[in-house]
């Protein structure tokens, strides 16, 4: 008979998620897993298979998470298109500011793993793919809703805004990486959204 588990798989993968945040894939070793999850090596493996596997399952967990959070945002008709955006960045800023250390933020994990690994790592790869598409296509169902109601230009598809505030906000999380302050990350946004206005 297997022994059931006695620890919190999901406080555990949480633990492990921000260890990989902070530190990437590489720079992260097992001793500091088992420091970060409180768990043993055995454990680890026995529960996530590897180390690769655990990454990975963390950083879905992250994407997904993120990627819910902005389509919360994004998804609510009865307020306006420019009030959901700013919504949208607020909380980017808000995320980068939580997470200093040292003056400096942690930046995205995604965009994070996308620099250290996605051009060697097809899974990863894969992973963030699928979270760019679907962000996309939140951003781009917003964005075309407000066009529609005349909030935002025309002047571009709405796909093609959805690609540029994709870009701004990932480059937004490196600024923050680089010690940019809340006041620089609030102006990108002011301008970001000023590209938008009819």
């Given at each position: 008979?297997?022994?059931?588990?006695?620890?919190?798989?999901?406080?555990?993968?949480?633990?492990?998620?921000?260890?990989?945040?902070?530190?990437?894939?590489?720079?992260?070793?097992?001793?500091?897993?088992?420091?970060?999850?409180?768990?043993?090596?055995?454990?680890?493996?026995?529960?996530?298979?590897?180390?690769?596997?655990?990454?990975?399952?963390?950083?879905?967990?992250?994407?997904?998470?993120?990627?819910?959070?902005?389509a919360r945002i994004l998804d609510d008709p009865a307020r306006p298109v420019g009030a959901r955006l700013r919504e949208?960045?607020?909380?980017?800023?808000?995320?980068?500011?939580?997470?200093?250390?040292?003056?400096?933020?942690?930046?995205?994990?995604?965009?994070?793993?996308?620099?250290?690994?996605?051009?060697?790592?097809?899974?990863?790869?894969?992973?963030?793919?699928?979270?760019?598409?679907?962000?996309?296509?939140?951003?781009?169902?917003?964005?075309?809703?407000?066009?529609?109601?005349?909030?935002?230009?025309?002047?571009?598809?709405?796909?093609?805004?959805?690609?540029?505030?994709?870009?701004?906000?990932?480059?937004?999380?490196?600024?923050?990486?680089?010690?940019?302050?809340?006041?620089?990350?609030?102006?990108?946004?002011?301008?970001?959204?000023?590209?938008?206005?009819?």
């Open positions: 008979m297997a022994r059931p588990r006695t620890f919190d798989e999901e406080r555990a993968l949480d633990g492990a998620l921000r260890l990989f945040w902070e530190n990437g894939y590489e720079a992260t070793s097992t001793q500091e897993l088992c420091e970060a999850t409180g768990l043993g090596r055995s454990s680890i493996y026995n529960t996530f298979s590897s180390k690769h596997a655990l990454f990975v399952r963390a950083l879905a967990r992250y994407l997904d998470a993120m990627a819910d959070r902005q949208l960045f607020a909380s980017v800023i808000d995320t980068d500011e939580a997470n200093r250390r040292g003056g400096r933020g942690i930046g995205c994990f995604g965009v994070n793993s996308s620099a250290e690994l996605a051009g060697r790592d097809p899974e990863v790869a894969g992973l963030l793919r699928r979270d760019l598409e679907r962000r996309h296509a939140d951003l781009s169902g917003a964005l075309a809703a407000g066009q529609r109601a005349g909030e935002v230009s025309r002047a571009r598809e709405a796909g093609a805004y959805a690609s540029y505030l994709n870009a701004v906000i990932a480059g937004m999380r490196v600024s923050a990486q680089n010690g940019a302050d809340r006041a620089t990350l609030e102006a990108v946004a002011d301008t970001a959204l000023d590209a938008l206005t009819p």
